[in-house]
Structure formats: C-alpha cells, structure tokens
C-alpha cells in the first residue's frame, strides 16, 4: 500500500484523507482543532476557491472553510 | 452559552420571551442581550452570550462571552447535537471551571435527518449534569429544560487538564453514547456542494443577489402602490386636510402640517411633521424595509450567507479583510448600525477598521435606497434612460468606490488580515414563523429609531429655515456645492440634513423648488452616501473603532467625496 504525505492544499477534490500533522504555532491552531481539525482526524476537500482562494473541508460531519496559507500548515495522508 | 450557530439566541428567547435576532450562520450574536425568566415564584436574570468554541477569545465577540461568564451563577450551555464531538470541548471546560452547567443537546431534529444517534441518558449518566434534548425553533424539550435547571450542578471529576487529555476524554465520551449510520448522498447535500463550489458557486451568487434585489423592489412598490399610497390618500389626507384648517396659519402650522402646495398637502413638499415626517419612514421608506429584512431573514435562516463569505473571500481578501466582510455589507444595505456592529465577529484592528469604513463610505442603507427610487420617480426630470438605469448607475459608482478604498486602505493600513476561517452550517429549511418574527422584530426597531428622528429632523429644519440659519449655511456651502460638484447651492441643506438622517435629506431635496439635471441626482445620491454615515452609525463607529480611528475614517470619508464628486462632475455633467 502507498502511503503519500501532503499538505491539505495539494489534495484532490473528494479525495479522503487523515491528517497527520498541523505545523506552526499555538495561537489560530487551537481554534482548528476545536472545530475538528485535529491529527488523527479523516479530512475531505469539498471546495476549492480559483486563485488561491479559500479552501472548504469536510470534517467531522461539518464543513469549515478556512484559507489557503493555513491549508498548506496541514499535513495529511493518503492511503 | 455555548458554540457559534448552536441556537443559543433562540433558546434565549424561548426562555424569557424576550426579542433577539438568530440567524443560522456564526457569529449573529455579536453582544449581550439579558431578560427574566420566572421560575415558580422567583426571577431570575438569563444572558444570551456571543458563541464561542473555547475559553481562549479569538476576536471581539469572544471576549464578550468570557466576561458574561465570570458573573454565571449557572451555566445553559447548548450544544449542536449534529456535532456533538467538538461542542463537547468547552463543555468540558465549563464543567472545569467549576460552575453548574445544564446541557441542552439542541437541533435534536437534525439528529435524525444526518442519522445519528446519541444516547442522551448515557451522556447525562457520564458527565453527571442535566443533559435535555431540545429543538429551539419549535420549543420542543424547553419546558423540561427550565423544570431541570434547579438541578444543575458541576462535575468535579474534570480538573485542569490539557488540551490533549480533554480530547481524549471527548474521544472516549463520544464513542459510548453515539452511533453514525452511513447516509447517501441527499438533495441537500447536491445543493450545498453546488452553491459552494466555485464553477456552479459564483454563477448562482450571481442570480440569487439579482433575484432577491429585485424582489425587494418587486414588494416594496407594491406595498406602495397598493397598500400605503392608498392609505396615505384616501384616509390619512381627510385627516390631515382637516388638521390644517383647524390650525390657524403660523409657526405651528408651518411645524406640523407644513407648507400648503397649491393650496393642499403635499406629503413630500410640505416639510411639516405630520406630513412629511410621517410619509417619508411610513409611506417611503417602510415598505422596502419591510421587503428587504424578509429576504434578508430568509438568506440568513437558510444558511446560504457562509457560503456567499467563502466565495467572495478572494475579493474582499484582496480589500484587507476576509470573505465575513460580505455579510457586514449586506446588513449594511438594512441599516449601517448593524452593519458596524457585526464587523466585530472580524479578528484584527485592521480588519474592523476597513470593513467599518467602507460600509459607511459606500454603503447606502435601505431608507435611503427607497429615498433614491422615489427621487427618480416623484421629480420631474428631463429623463434620457429608464429611472432604474440611473439608480443601477449610482451603485455602480459606489461599488467602483468600495473596491478602490479598498485596495488603497489594504495596501496603508497598518496590522494583518488574517484569513478567513469560517464554519458552513447545513442548510435548514427556514421555519416560517421565526423568519416572520424576526423580520417584525427588525421593521419595529426601523420605526422605533427611524420616527423619533425624522420627526426631530423635521422640527429642526423648520426651526432653522425660520430662523433663516439654512440660508445663511446655503450662502457658506454654496461655492462648495456649485463650485466644486456642479450643484445648486439650495442642496447644501440635503447634505447637511444628510447628517442626521439620509432619508429625510432626500425628503428635503424632493421639497426644494429646483428643476434638476438627472446626472445631478445621481451626484447628489452619491455623495450623500460617501460623506457622512447618519448620526446613529458614526456613535456607533466610534464604539467600535475608538475616537481616533473614527477620526480617520471620518477624514477617508470627507476625502473621499471629494474626490469622487469633482470626477463624477468632469464624468457626468461635462463641466
């Protein structure tokens, strides 16, 4: 089995994946994972805005649009 | 309190019949509303607190919330049953800060449609609080809510954990008491999969904004046209006609009925406080308001407004701010007060600021849009192009103004903007009586704020006309009107009225005895818009802003006109 790491950006659309890391520091992370963005967690994109737009996620059972810059601080996994 | 968007303001107002506004999307309750509910013999106080996801402030609002909760004596904390797993983070906080909590597992409803199951019973077993299920909207669950609020009580099981442990706790919580069964895709979901994605997104923003516009007019002049102009004709004039003859001709009758216009009452012309003072907010600017906050609820209630914010994101990023800037503009177009308010829900100083300037440069609130429809159509112009062609012109020019500012004040305004991070609630099916009562809510404040005003206005204008104050002030302005924008110098009233209140400087100009160039309308309109916001929205500015910034935006504002009205004279009138 192939297992590739990524930033969030970088995933297709549809695509399910889990989240392995969040680089950066403390202050705005806190809020991503209280809304679910956590490591461990499985992530899907459902939107991504045209010119490094926002990015929309489905995460547990909720969507949450959230920038591009943030998206790329998200590492996840596909399997 | 509890989570954004969980229903807090709805189950506040279940409680204490007290009057809030709810929306479904994050961030509506931006400050403390507090009310009474009555217990058996006892009253207590309830505050509706601003959502939070922790106990760490991220913005404004947030700070808000915290504060209300070092004064609880008992907590209400409601929860999103459809996202039981992150709500049950604060939750857990709550319970280590050691005050009682009573849990209400709202949406309850919702549950079953996303097929999840909790087990309530269980949850209420292991947390060791009252847990109610309850749907808000409907009122379902809220009595066994308040029968189970003298059992509150706190859990001291929880202590001073880290973030990490609280997750594990939630993890180990979460997976007794709840089940998810595999769902297919719905209807819903297709719908809310297109309206955000970018290629379908866009194009749907696109007819939903022009549909719900025109609709807005589509009622408002309808309400006029068949409801209040009969209204104001066949039976408020009799009485007004004979209020006039009662009164003996002088300054009393000059304040209250007005000027005679060709020997009768003139609604818009007369300037009295009976006549003009209520036809303008009643029969002008209430039948809009009415049609807006109708569509506006229902945009809010669905859920659509998020998913607007993430696609205009990249524009409004672009502006210094970030895609929530949209929903502070289309309460904007209501009224500018809420508009400054909600801009509070934005993270840096930077971002308030711009969002706060602009709105007030270039927005134009809902009385003063139906005051634009009803120049074009009351005066008498030499029109080349349909009446609507010069109003689409003036938001034109407008919407070219936002984007400048915008760009310019991005570029020199000190401090980040960070970006937009923003939870999209699932579309709901707007409940009608809670769209309806919300809509009446606001159309009662319109006409609480808006009367007081026109009518001090009115007072006020006459007072100075007497006292031939105006005409001294027209003398001052008019090398600034004529000289610089290309107007009669008599309009230097409008604008200066246009301090306290837009509408009734547009109610002033359709009184003045001039015959206008349609271009000048169209200047005039905006430069109304730009110069100044009304009284109630700069106090309001200088809440939010401080005095200083106010300051500055005040200058932009100043500035901005300016620059705009001397281009649109060059542009429009050719000289």
């Known amino acids: 089995m192939n297992i590739e790491s990524l930033p969030l950006a970088h995933l297709s659309h549809n695509k399910l994946a889990k989240i392995i890391k969040i680089e950066g520091g403390h202050g705005l992370h806190n809020k991503l994972r209280v809304l679910g963005i956590r490591e461990g967690k499985l992530i899907r994109i459902v939107s991504k805005q045209p010119l490094f737009g926002p990015i929309t996620v489905a995460v547990s059972g909720n969507q949450i649009t959230i920038g591009r810059g943030m998206a790329h601080k998200i590492i996840v996994e596909v399997k | 309190m509890g989570n954004p968007n969980v229903g807090k303001s709805v189950i506040f107002s279940r409680l204490t019949s007290a009057n809030v506004i709810a929306s479904n999307y994050p961030g509506t309750t931006v400050d403390f509303s507090t009310g009474k509910i009555r217990i058996e013999e006892d009253f207590y106080e309830v505050t509706d607190a601003p959502g939070i996801y922790s106990l760490e402030p991220t913005n404004k609002a947030e700070e808000v919330a915290l504060k209300i909760l070092e004064k609880a004596d008992l907590i209400i904390n409601v929860v999103d049953s459809t996202i039981l797993e992150r709500n049950l983070y604060l939750t857990l906080e709550l319970l280590e800060k050691g005050i009682p909590v009573v849990i209400a597992l709202n949406l309850w409803d919702e549950t079953k449609h996303l097929g999840i199951n909790i087990d309530e019973k269980e949850l209420e077993k292991i947390l060791g609080v009252p847990v109610v299920p309850t749907v808000a909207i409907t009122g379902e669950g809220i009595k066994s809510l308040v029968s189970r609020l003298s059992e509150a009580t706190t859990n001291k099981k929880y202590k001073s954990k880290n973030e990490r442990e609280r997750w594990a706790i939630i993890g180990s919580i979460v997976s007794k008491i709840q089940t998810v069964e595999h769902r297919h895709h719905t209807f819903r979901d297709t719908v809310a999969d297109a309206t955000i994605k970018p290629m379908t997104g ?204 915008g760009l310019i004040l991005n570029r020199f305004v000190k401090g980040e903007s960070p970006e937009i991070f923003l939870e999209i609630p699932h579309y709901r099916m707007p409940h009608f009586q809670t769209t309806m009562k919300k809509t009446w809510m606001r159309i009662l404040w319109f006409l609480k704020d808006a009367i007081p005003w026109l009518f001090f206005g009115v007072f006020l204008v006459n007072i100075l006309y007497a006292v031939g104050i105006i005409e001294w002030f027209s003398y001052v302005l008019q090398p600034i009107t004529e000289g610089i924008f290309g107007l009669p110098g008599e309009t230097s009233i409008v604008f200066l009225t246009g301090f306290l209140r837009k509408d009734l400087a547009v109610g002033l100009l359709l009184s003045l005895p001039i015959i206008f160039h349609p271009m000048q309308l169209v200047i005039i309109a905006t430069i109304l818009t730009i110069f100044f916001p009304c009284a109630a929205t700069f106090a309001v500015l200088i809440k939010e802003l401080g005095i200083k910034d106010t300051i500055k935006s005040l200058i932009l504002m100043v500035a901005t006109s300016f620059i705009v009205g001397i281009t649109l004279r060059v542009i429009l009138l050719g000289i």
């Not at chain 2, 809009?288 to 809010?300: N, T």
């Not at chain 2, 009351?378 to 689409?392: H, M, Q, R, S």
Request: glycine letters at 8%.
């Open chain 2, 202 to 405: 866009v194009p749907l923003a696109i007819v939903i904004i022009f549909i719900s516009f025109w609709i807005v007019r589509l009622i408002g002049e309808g309400l006029i046209s068949y409801i209040l102009d009969p209204f104001f004709e066949n039976i408020y004039r009799p009485f007004a006609t004979a209020l006039s003859d009662l009164l003996d001709p002088g300054i009393l009758h000059d304040l209250i009925i007005g000027r005679l216009i060709d020997g009768g009452i003139d609604f818009t012309q007369s300037l009295g406080m009976l006549t003009t003072g209520v036809y303008v907010p009643i029969g002008q600017v209430l039948p809009y308001i009415v049609a807006f906050y109708f569509i506006l609820s229902l945009l809010e209630d669905t859920g659509y407004l998020p998913r607007l914010a993430t696609l205009a994101d990249n524009v409004f990023h672009k502006l210094g701010m970030h895609g929530h800037g949209i929903i502070s503009v289309f309460l904007s177009f209501g009224c500018n007060v809420s508009g400054a308010l909600s801009t509070r829900i934005l993270e840096t100083r930077k971002q308030r600021f711009i969002s706060a300037t602009l709105l007030a440069i270039a927005i134009p609130c809902m009385a003063q849009i139906a005051m634009i429809f009803a120049m074009f159509s009351k005066l008498e112009l030499d029109l080349v192009y349909p009446p609507i062609a010069y109003i689409f012109l003036v938001f034109l020019i407008l919407l070219i103004v936002y984007v400048s500012v």
